[in-house]
């Protein structure tokens, strides 16, 4: 990176594509470097490999530029440089994958069924000592609570054992240590819960378990208490 | 035909005790439905049997703790409206080896 250099341009997108021309567009970057952009190089990749191909000779001014000479059918992604006069910025981020075809051929081949393919299977051997039982749910939290129901969220263990995670929620009401699980039959795969079947007037706790097929991991930290009542239905006042 | 021929089925082998995992790359429009079968049966996921999509798009089944009887042709059979496909392979399970003094 040259210091006094463009930064890089923003947003690259195709507006339009054909078999013949894929017309990408971009903005100029947020900063010129000190000097006033020059113009724009347009770079091509065929998807599939990593072959960068610069489509203008001479940097173009105007932020959009037709790209030609694209092989009917493929897909091609696209990243744009800035130029000032002290030099050339890094490259922008890349386009998203756009294919030369016409819009008619486009729409024709994405309503198309495909028969299915299969690939070998592969089959590898894995130590059962490799199931690992995940760790602890993190970062749980009542991210709501009415007198109907409250709604847990929490992060993923980081030690995640293998595939296939699932969640058990528990709770626990105030003064006791009984803790309960509410999903006994069915674990939940996403990290969020909404749990109903709350005594109104009650105070819980939540705690959350990872499972997969080696077992039942460890629960996460407690929630702090949650207090089942209306009150909790009324809004926070918009000022302190 | 759900019968391929043995002759181009590749054989792969896990010794008995450990899980063999199967993965299967499968494509289609609409996206294909999957079964996975052991010598022509219906495999169902069980204990011993797990069956699912992983997050790179590969159709899993998982045999834990192979026995003996986990011997034989196992197949992933895909279709949707437009055909049907399979990709076999022979699982070979490994007897442990057994020291004598």
Redesign the interface.
């Known amino acids: 990176e040259v210091a006094g250099a463009p930064g890089a341009p923003l947003d690259v997108y195709c507006l339009d594509a054909n078999k013949d021309y894929v017309i990408v567009s971009w903005k100029q970057p947020a900063v010129d470097g000190g000097s006033s952009i020059l113009g724009y190089f347009v770079d091509r990749c065929e998807v599939g490999t990593s072959h960068w191909v610069q489509c203008n000779d001479t940097p173009v001014k105007f932020a959009r530029f037709p790209v030609t000479g694209l092989v009917e059918g493929r897909s091609y992604i696209f990243r744009v440089r800035a130029v000032n006069h002290v030099g050339i910025s890094r490259p922008s981020r890349i386009s998203e994958p756009v294919a030369a075809l016409d819009p008619s051929d486009r729409a024709r081949l994405k309503g198309i069924p495909l028969a299915p393919w299969t690939g070998q299977i592969i089959v590898t051997e894995e130590e059962p000592a490799e199931g690992v039982v995940p760790g602890q749910p993190t970062e749980l939290t009542v991210t709501e609570a009415t007198k109907n129901y409250v709604v847990l969220s929490w992060k993923p263990p980081g030690q995640r054992g293998h595939e296939g995670i699932m969640y058990y929620i528990e709770k626990c009401v105030a003064g006791t240590e009984n803790w309960q699980r509410v999903n006994p039959e069915i674990p939940v795969k996403s990290p969020r819960f909404a749990l109903f079947d709350l005594a109104e007037g009650k105070s819980y706790r939540f705690r959350v378990r990872s499972a997969n097929s080696a077992g039942i991991g460890e629960p996460s930290e407690a929630t702090e208490f949650t207090e089942v009542t209306d009150k909790l239905d009324i809004p926070k006042p918009p000022h302190h | 035909e759900d019968r391929p021929r043995v002759s181009k089925v ?1 054989v ?1 082998s ?2 008995e ?14 996206k ?1 439905e999957i079964i996975w079968r052991k010598d022509g049966r219906l495999i169902a996921p069980g204990r011993r049997h ?1 069956l ?1 999509e ?2 790179e798009g590969y159709f ?1 089944l ?1 045999v ?2 192979c026995k003996q009887q986990d011997n034989g042709l ?1 197949a ?14 022979l ?1 070979n399970v490994k007897e442990p080896h057994i020291k004598f003094k």
């Open positions: 590749k792969f896990v010794s005790g450990k899980h063999a995992k199967f993965r299967c790359y499968v494509t289609g429009k609409p294909p797990l699912y992983d997050r899993i998982k834990l703790y196992y992933c059979a895909a279709s949707n409206a437009a055909g049907q496909t399979l990709s076999s392979v699982l």
